[in-house]
């Protein structure tokens, strides 16, 4: 079958709740993917940051494969030998207590909530069902009906409805005296991303992380913070929230945390904290499943022996760099920490990214006029070149 054969399949058998670029992958590589019709491409989204150790590594596949032979899954009925594992490789890399496994990132998300709601009652003594957690305006953390009752963005929480608002005040992503105006005596949490990815790569200002943290200690409020998406070295750090020398309470990560075989999520956090969390009151049938750890040990493993988050670091300056020296009447801004740059078009993105397309780049456009990039952290600044002439050549020429 070629690629008009398997979109036209899709088109009349799959719900239409996504709008992808139209190449249908079939095999992919580090940082290159193949279409069923041969054609070959730079990946430069890596499934939203899920793969930032690049697809099929050959360890992470190794682990997978053999773990697959010994046990998948077993539920949380029964202990297994490799959730006890990567609980210990999440602490020692982290320096959290504990940690709490899910499997998507909306999930964790979750996760998050219920615990802070139930810290807020059991140990900060909040009226019951009064517990309220301020978020950000132009915050994106998943699609699950609670998740998108406190989305502003239409699209997402449009006729999904009712929502429970008042347990979700907003406050301006970057504003700390709004911030501080939305917290009450039932405030538990306040709960943002360090840097919104599907906002479109934007970074509040400086201080703002500290204002957080500052905030939450002053008013007895947990401060929650979601890199699912920014964590795991994507931004030049393990955690964006590093950039600031903050330490949140409850850290929430998924994607990349598999390498991109498995959905496997978590929260991290303290004794002090995750112990509200009592047997038969969370869980998950795959959530912390012996395949699921086993991966994500290794795709941890991956990040720290290859030097990701350094890669990231110094790769993602130097691409930043030579985008904002692109001459092109099109770009109003560009914006990033480590490989996670927004280009911000002061037109729509779409037509871009297709041309891109075009040229051998894979990317996505984010709301209407940013492009957003993000390829895997294993890439070299050879190829990174490779692409930036492209790139070039696509903003230029319209
Ligand atoms: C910051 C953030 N939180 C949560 C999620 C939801 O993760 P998932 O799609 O795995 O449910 C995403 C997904 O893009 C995200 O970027």
């Not at 697809?55 to 077993?74: G, N, R, S």
């Not at 409805?161 to 405030?187: Q, R, V, W």
């Amino acid at each position: 079958m070629n690629t008009q054969e398997y979109i036209a399949l899709e088109e009349a058998y799959g719900a239409h709740n996504y709008h992808p670029l139209d190449v249908v992958v079939s095999r992919a590589e580090g940082v290159w993917v193949s279409d069923v019709d041969g054609n070959r491409y730079l990946d430069c989204l890596a499934a939203y940051s899920a793969l930032n150790q690049g697809h099929c590594h050959p360890a992470i596949l190794k682990t997978f494969i053999e773990q697959a032979a010994f046990v998948t899954l077993t539920s949380r009925a029964f202990r297994n030998d490799r959730l006890p594992l990567l609980y210990k490789k999440l602490h020692d890399m982290t320096g959290y207590d504990m940690s709490l496994p899910m499997n998507s990132g909306a999930e964790a998300v979750e996760t998050a909530i219920k615990t802070a709601r139930r810290w807020g009652y059991d140990v900060k003594g909040i009226p019951e069902n009064k517990a309220e957690i301020v978020v950000a305006s132009g915050n994106f953390h998943g699609r699950t009906t609670t998740i998108v009752g406190f989305s502003d963005d239409p699209s997402s929480y449009r006729g999904f409805g009712p929502y429970c608002t008042e347990a979700f005040p907003m406050h301006e992503y970057g504003n700390l005296e709004d911030l501080k105006s939305k917290i009450t005596e039932n405030t538990c949490a306040v709960m943002i991303e360090p840097i919104q990815g599907e906002g479109g790569v934007v970074i509040p200002p400086d201080g703002y992380l500290k204002g957080v943290e500052q905030l939450c200690r002053e008013n007895n409020i947990l401060f929650l913070c979601d890199e699912i998406q920014s964590g795991l070295g994507r931004s030049g750090k393990m955690f964006a929230h590093y950039y600031e020398n903050v330490r949140p309470d409850i850290v929430i990560i998924g994607k990349a945390l598999s390498g991109g075989f498995y959905p496997v999520s978590a929260i991290l956090a303290d004794r002090s904290v995750l112990g509200v969390i009592h047997p038969g009151e969370h869980g998950s049938t795959f959530g912390g499943n012996p395949l699921g750890a086993a991966v994500a040990i290794r795709a941890l493993e991956v990040i720290e022996e290859e030097n990701l988050i350094e890669n990231s670091a110094e790769l993602g300056a130097y691409m930043t760099d030579r985008l904002r020296a692109i001459d092109s009447p099109h770009i109003t801004e560009v914006r990033g920490r480590g490989l996670w740059i927004g280009l911000v078009l002061d037109t729509k993105a779409r037509p871009y990214t297709e041309a891109l397309k075009e040229e051998g780049i894979l990317c996505k456009e984010t709301h209407e006029n940013i492009i957003r990039f993000a390829p895997p952290l294993i890439i070299t600044k050879d190829i990174i070149d490779w692409a930036l002439e492209r790139i070039e050549k696509v903003l230029t020429s319209k």
